[in-house]
């Protein structure tokens, strides 16, 4: 059997980044109020290219952790699946988002819950250069029709 390729859609993101944070304080709750910090992610490739990880120093004003995100990539459908996991809630790891890079901006979905609400995730890779790059998650309760937008790291590399 032939091997299919690795991707090298998350190439642009392999080394060291400081990260500005916007979080939004309270998710599905009409909050206007943002929260603006710092961090660091490091990340590399793992399964012979098929996959990567990062590790993030997340410096929420009070209640800094630690997270991990893990991407996979299905050669044979062309799919990403994204995991992420952190010490606020050690043991958890999240249901994936699945998707893919069309056109320079990269598009995830999956479902998930947050304050015991069922919610369908989106995350959007963007503004993607050799030193910088933007990652946004954003929560819906309509299946899709509305957007909450929650959380935005603009990325620097190091």
């Given amino acids: 059997m032939t091997k299919l390729p690795a991707s090298p859609d998350f190439d642009f993101f392999m080394g060291l980044w400081r990260c500005r944070h916007r979080f939004l304080a309270r ?79 990269g598009t995830f979905y999956g479902d998930d819950t947050c304050e015991s609400h069922a919610v369908r995730v989106r995350f959007i890779w963007s503004r993607i250069t050799a030193q910088s790059a933007r990652w946004e998650q954003a929560f819906s309760t309509d299946g899709g029709r509305r957007w909450e937008n929650n959380w935005r790291m603009d990325f620097t590399r190091m």
Avoid at 64 to 80: C, H, M, N, Q
Avoid at 87 to 93: A, E, I
């Fill in 27 to 105: 998710r599905l709750a009409d909050c206007q109020q943002w929260l603006e910090f710092d961090g660091t992610c490091a990340v590399r490739k793992i399964l012979d290219g098929y996959g990567n990880t990062d590790e993030s120093d997340i410096r929420l004003p009070g209640q800094p952790y630690k997270g991990i995100t893990v991407r996979t990539f299905d050669p044979t459908s062309g799919l990403w699946s994204i995991y992420w996991s952190d010490s606020r809630t050690p043991g958890r790891l999240t249901p994936p988002v699945v998707g893919r890079f069309e056109n320079g901006v």
